[in-house]
């Protein structure tokens, strides 16, 4: 018994460590120093799904949408910088599918100056197929009480 209490403590010793080689994890990108924005997304999963499909079939690159397989009404978008980027050049996008049919969404990165590209995930969802974000229609928020930390 207490060969096993200390092989699984050895275990947990070194699976910490091997999280502190150097390699950010999506969960540390989750920290609030990482925060670059909230927003909120005038559609449901569907409709982001949809539009990603669309906009990666006409641009050629979109975000990735993965849904929480234990809460329906939680996903992400994973959106890298480089091609098989880890998450220190990943920018993450964390999904809530409110109840009046709306999504918030909270954008993170390790990164700093990617407010262009978080223009290009938000435009992919609302205007999907137009792939330079400036010649998209502006953004129509809808009516509450939502204020955003930061654009």
Same mark, same amino acid.
């Given at each position: 018994?207490? @060969?096993?209490? !200390? !092989?699984? #403590? ?10 502190? +080689? =150097? ?9 609030? /120093? ?22 990666? #079939? ?7 949408? @993965? ?7 939680? =996903? ?7 091609? =098989?980027?880890?998450?220190? @050049?990943?920018?993450? /996008? ?11 969404? @909270?954008?993170?990165?390790?990164? #700093? =100056? ?17 792939? +330079? ?6 953004? /129509? ?11």
């Amino acid at each position: 018994m207490k @060969k096993g209490i !200390i !092989i699984l #403590a050895g275990l947990a010793a070194l699976a910490g460590c091997a999280a502190q +080689n =150097g390699q950010l994890r999506e969960d540390d990108l989750r920290r609030s /120093v990482y925060l670059q924005s909230e927003r909120r997304i005038n559609t449901d999963f569907v409709g982001i799904q949809r539009a990603l499909f669309k906009h990666q #079939a006409e641009c050629g690159k979109a975000a990735v949408f @993965k849904m929480d397989e234990r809460q329906a009404s939680y =996903g992400t978008l994973r959106y890298p910088l480089e091609e =098989g980027a880890g998450w220190e @050049k990943t920018i993450l /996008v964390d999904l809530t599918l409110m109840q009046k049919g709306w999504v918030d969404a @909270k954008v993170y990165s390790y990164q #700093a =100056g990617v407010q262009q590209q978080i223009k290009e995930i938000f435009t992919s969802i609302r205007a999907p197929g137009i792939c +330079n974000p400036d010649e998209a229609p502006k953004e /129509v928020q809808p009516d509450d009480d939502f204020k955003p930390v930061a654009q």
